[in-house]
């Protein structure tokens, strides 16, 4: 007799009955997990990953996938974890979805996607390959780049957007993009000079190269580009724009042909602008300085203006970014850190000069130097000899001179036309010679040199002093040639010379008058 059954029990199978379809289910189940643990422990990562056939698909070499010109219209799945370089140009995949890789390509350092007709990039296209490096998007059919697009690419250095349709730019485009060295944008629909990406706060901070040339840019901003450091001009190419021509425009690409900055150079004649007016003719910018054109005033080097007791601030604005400098005063002395100067190098490699003295005029020289590049860097100084307030504490010695001279004018007609005596209290026996004396041209008599008694004609020289002039310097006007200029009575006529040489010397004569 059997022992009764609990309830809920399962009943004990026997030996000889076969197991069950849902037992069968779960022991199939096991071992298929079984078999992929093992084959996790026993295959590399890599080889797991890897899907992609590279005899029909793509070119295989090493960690570089070349799967150019070969129709694609999506881009291939099972791409290998340890890929570095992936070619997909010359193909015809539209858009970049999301998902077009599902798995993180860490080592994926150059990715290219030019000619494919690409015209939609997801916003989510690049969160699977953060570690880029080169990104190449050339000759496709972009017409807009949204915000943040780019935002993942932290270590992004070589972006390429040239031949697109690109008209469109958010301002946010490009944020994120710290390490960006070289931006490509020619051939597109631009409009409006992106200088947000070169400027203030929101610029590209190691943007060295931004080529915006062959667009639909009209009026750059002159202003703003002026005052950029010399190593972001050397890099900025805008020309075969459709430029208004302008003297403001002359003289921005002078000033970089002078600084021999490669934007200008390289170029050259690419630069051109549209003359105003209903013709429109097409001219060279640097050609604007022709009576033909504008007659605009030819660039010349400015100098650096500073005021005594003020502080100066000289950059080394040298073409190339991160190089050692070193300034050299006018007098030939290196500035030295710790020195007992007044000039000191700041740690972004200006000069600072406080306070401005007379003495500081001058080129200073900035020589800035690396392991690969050396440049040379000069800066004319010109002090002026008073504060920046002008409140008259100095004038000048032509200023002083100036002034001197009028006053001593001014004391002589005093002296000669405001004296206190009048002709009621002359001698009546004098009263005929009087008016010979009083007269500043007329010679004086016989008694008047014989008895010299009349302050008032001390500047007179007796004219038996030959080659005497006035105030005991030498009258170049005397010498040959004088003979006949004594009358019979012995008076001096002179005929007109003395008139002469007392207007050349007035200043000279009364300048120790009381």
């Known amino acids: 007799m059997l022992p009764p059954r609990r309830a809920g029990a399962l009943p004990e199978p026997s030996p000889s009955a076969s197991p069950s379809p849902s037992l069968r289910r779960v022991h199939v189940r096991w071992a298929s997990y079984l078999s992929l643990s093992l084959a996790l422990l026993w295959f590399p990562s890599g080889e797991l990953a890897s899907t992609l056939n590279c005899h029909k698909t793509c070119i295989c070499a090493s960690n570089i996938l070349s799967c150019s010109k070969m129709n694609l219209t999506t881009v291939p799945t099972g791409l290998p974890l340890y890929t570095a370089v992936l070619d997909l140009s010359y193909n015809q ?17 150059n990715l290219l996607l030019s000619h494919n007709g690409l015209h939609f990039l997801s916003t989510e296209a690049f969160l699977y390959v953060k570690h880029l490096c080169y990104l190449d998007l050339s000759s496709n059919n972009l017409r807009q780049l949204d915000e943040f697009i780019f935002e993942p690419l932290g270590q992004l250095e070589v972006l390429l957007l040239y031949n697109n349709r690109i008209s469109q730019i958010d301002r946010s485009a490009f944020q994120g993009l710290h390490s960006l060295q070289k931006l490509y944008l020619s051939q597109n629909m631009i409009s409006r000079f992106p200088l947000e990406l070169v400027k203030d706060k929101t610029s590209l901070e190691r943007l060295s190269l931004m080529d915006v040339s062959s667009n639909r840019i009209k009026a750059p901003p002159i202003e703003e580009l002026q005052v950029l450091p010399a190593w972001i001009k050397n890099g900025l190419y805008f020309h075969n724009n459709p430029l208004i021509c302008g003297c403001g425009l002359y003289s921005l690409l002078a000033h970089w042909h002078i600084r021999r900055l490669n934007s200008a150079l390289d170029f050259k004649d690419e630069h051109t602008c549209y003359l105003p007016g209903p013709q429109k003719g097409r001219v060279g910018v640097l050609d604007l300085n022709n009576r033909d054109h504008m007659n605009c005033s030819t660039f010349r080097e400015a100098d650096e203006e500073a005021w005594l007791e003020q502080t100066l601030i000289l950059r080394c604005d040298t073409k190339h970014r991160d190089l050692s400098k070193t300034w050299v005063t006018p007098g030939n002395v290196v500035v030295t850190e710790g020195a007992n100067q007044t000039a000191k190098v700041l740690p972004d490699g200006s000069l600072q000069i406080s306070p401005v003295k007379l003495e500081d005029s001058g080129t200073y020289t900035c020589y800035a130097v690396s392991e690969a590049l050396n440049e040379t860097f000069y800066v004319m100084v010109k002090v002026h000899n008073f504060t920046e307030k002008g409140n008259g504490e100095a004038l000048n010695t032509a200023y002083t001179t100036l002034v001197g001279c009028l006053s001593s004018v001014v004391l002589v007609l005093i002296y000669l036309y405001l004296t206190p005596c009048r002709c009621f209290c002359c001698p009546k026996n004098n009263h005929q010679d009087s008016i010979h004396s009083s007269m500043l041209s007329a010679a004086p008599s016989h008694e008047d040199l014989a008895n010299n008694t009349d302050p008032r004609h001390v ?40 008139k002469k040489s007392v207007a050349e010397s007035i200043c000279s004569v009364f300048s120790d008058t009381p």
Do not use: H
Request: proline share 4%; net charge positive.
């Open 459 to 498: 500047a007179f020289i007796d004219p038996k002093e030959l080659g005497q002039g006035l105030n005991g310097k030498v009258n170049p006007s005397d010498g040959e040639g004088d003979q006949g200029e004594m009358d019979e009575e012995g008076g001096l006529l002179r005929k007109g010379r003395r």
């Open 93 to 109: 995949i539209s858009r970049l979805r999301a998902e077009w890789t599902t798995v993180k390509l860490t080592k994926l350092r």
